[in-house]
């Protein structure tokens, strides 16, 4: 019988129908120089669109809208006109505040601040006469503001307001602090951390990229790829501001996440290029090559971290969705241009993509970059259940602190001691007498301080006698302990409104106790029907609430995609549930680490100073977990579709598997190194926020890129050997008939090797027969 044969290099079987990719890709090689202009006019509209953009970013959305303390808030600003401070002036004078020329000077104070636009009510010591305004040595008062709008138009306010209120007076020393002058630094730290970005960022990324490549030239082609990708992905968000509001601090993280990803993409594809050209005369098919094997991946990868970010929506704190919405637009820039413009460039440059290689000896010969990868795969493979278990081990060992995690909101201590915001913060706490900004307020829509006085007199005593109350003022006076220390004055008449009343609870304890003191004043009995609970206390825990309720939700969404995607990547059912196993390994290490670095306070020296609040900002965890988590798909699927195109070959599994640790180890090292350095000015951030969102992405890619991809993975896959490309024949059939056979779409055998013999398939072996798995590559 005649042997078939083998289809000319870089040509799809006839009987396979040519995909669309590959379509595109052959487009792009054959008329390089209309993509080029096409994808240059693109861009510069691109930038047009995005200029003058980062001015309309939000500087709120940690707090999820529509939950109790939102709406009791939302009460005591309607009923009685007393909402939580947005702004917080602390004068100190140089005497006693309460003298004529201090009083005169507080009250001008008080004057200009209320006729300031965007100004809805000011209250301060003097205007008021409460002590619990005035400093225990009496020489510093405090002033409130509340602003007008939501959290986000009160931050602009904000950030015009408070220059001119605390510029030079002589005779005080006016500084100020609250949630809304927090935000409003933090946006313009953030507008000055991102120009950073983009001047260290780049050009670290691009010595990597030399250091990896060797030639200027193809260092260059990621960078200009990552650059369209954000470029792109700006212009986006500029039109996602018209229908929501965008975190001021997406622009940091897509020109981080997105400029690494992107760089990630185009070094598959320039790399694979590389190494087709050296078997390959025709330039033009090598292009097609690498894009019909890696192009693969690369949608895959895309799909993946799409489907993981998208997941983010679900979660009712805008800061975490617009994070979703830029995320989503990064990777799909980035994926569009690594096959689509990408392709073109390849074919312009040709061979002065090879040529001025500065590190070529290096590359060639046993002592290239491969051999060091190479004898850490043959030692994983040739143990590998010890090497399974080690590696098990560490990343556990690292994954511990995470057992007493502890999660926080946003406020002024994710900035630097230095900022304003931040260290009048601190000398209010240790000048006032009270918990500025943990007071607890508890509203009673349907009690009258008047015609109910006793009501209100009898409930007020059950809450300062519970544990954690220090006291509790309202209607009819003041409360210590259960009874009444001082009556009804002036000062109770903010808490009374036409049939209804609050009550302000002053916590005894740190914030560590404010969850238990939260839930109780929800548990006590009150009368009228209840009582909803306000205050930045409560806030926190229904956002927390809020953020883990729909956390199992969006993780079995992450899980049940990422199953998915892989196994229609590799039509098995083995190599996703190792994906995710070993991905969830690898998190629980980087979330451990931040555990010990950022709420324990260690080695907190090696990354700069940083306030130690004793907490994880809750939203952090959850970017980190789908943003890490997709990109560990990122490298497994370049790394598994190596191994199935040598098993496909030759048959043999562990030679498979050391073959694609050779010639992966290296590229994946360099990706996640550029990913490492595209984060650095995350890492470097003196918002706490960022710092620990880059580190924590730094460690988590670096992790898995060397201990999960180096040694895990390709011990594991040696365990389970052949029974990797398994799956049922019902699945496998579906797989088939939406044309996403791997061997036939991706990896046309090369000409220049003789015929190989098919490699075994994985069945359960008879007497007397052999079963032929579905997934098993067909006989020649």
Sequence with gaps: ???????????????????????????????????????????????????GGTSSFSSGGYIAPGTEAARAESELARRFDAPVPDVVLRVRFPGPATDARAAALGRD???EAASRPGVREVLSYWTTGQERLLSGDRRSALVTLDLRGDENEAARTAATLVPHLTRHRPGAQVSATGTAWVMAQATRLSRTELIRAELVGVPLTGLVLLFAFGSVTAALLPVLVGALAVAGTFAVLRVAMLFMPVSVFAANVTTALGFGLAVDYALFVVTRYREERRVRADAAECVVVALRTVGRCVRYSAATVVLCLSTLLLFPVGFLRSLSVAGVSVVVCAALATVLLLPALLALLGDRLVAGDLFARLR??????????????????????????????????LGLPFAHVRFGATDERVLPPSVESHATA??????????????????????????????????????SALGGVREVATGTGTYRK??????????SLPFVTEGASWLAVLPARGPDHDRGLVE????????????RVAGRPARVLDTQDAVLGTLPLAGSLIVASVLLLLFLFTGSLLVPLKAVLTGVVSLGASFGAMVFVFQDGHLRGLLGDFTVTGELETSVPVLMFAVAFALSVDYELFLVSRVEEGYRRH???????????????????????????????????????????????????????????GVLVPALMVLTGAANWWAPRGLARLRGRLGLDAWHQTAAPDASLPPQPSPPAFAPERAGTAGRGPSAPPTR
């Design 364 to 397: 060639r010969g046993p002592k290239d970059g491969a051999a060091l990868w190479t004898r850490i795969a043959r030692t994983a493979t040739g143990r590998p259940l010890a090497a399974v278990l080690g590696a098990v081990v560490l990343l556990s060992a």
């Design 482 to 491: 259960g009874r009444q220390v001082q009556p009804a004055g002036p000062d």
């Design 426 to 463: 601190r000398r209010i706490e240790a000048e006032f007498d009270m918990p500025w900004n943990r007071t607890l307020a508890v509203v009673l829509p349907r009690i009258d301080a008047l015609e109910q006085a006793d009501r209100l007199d009898a409930y007020a005593a059950r809450v």
């Design 1 to 51: 019988m005649p042997q078939r044969t083998q289809p000319p290099a870089g040509v799809p079987s006839a009987r396979v129908r040519t995909p669309w990719s590959e379509i595109c890709v052959r487009r792009a090689v054959a008329r390089p120089w209309p993509v080029m202009c096409a994808a240059a006019l693109i861009g510069l509209l691109c930038v047009l669109a995005a200029v």
């Design 651 to 709: 048959g043999d599994h562990r030679a498979a598997v050391l073959g694609a640790v050779a010639s992966t180890g290296r590229v994946v090292t360099a990706a996640a190194a550029v990913v490492a350095v595209a984060l650095v000015p995350l890492a470097g951030s003196g918002i706490t926020l960022l710092k620990l969102l880059g580190c924590g992405l730094a460690l988590a890619v670096l992790v898995d890129a060397t201990v999960v991809r």
């Design 109 to 111: 104070l008080t004057r």
């Design 520 to 531: 109780r004043l929800r548990a006590l009995p009150a009368p009228g029907g209840g009582a």
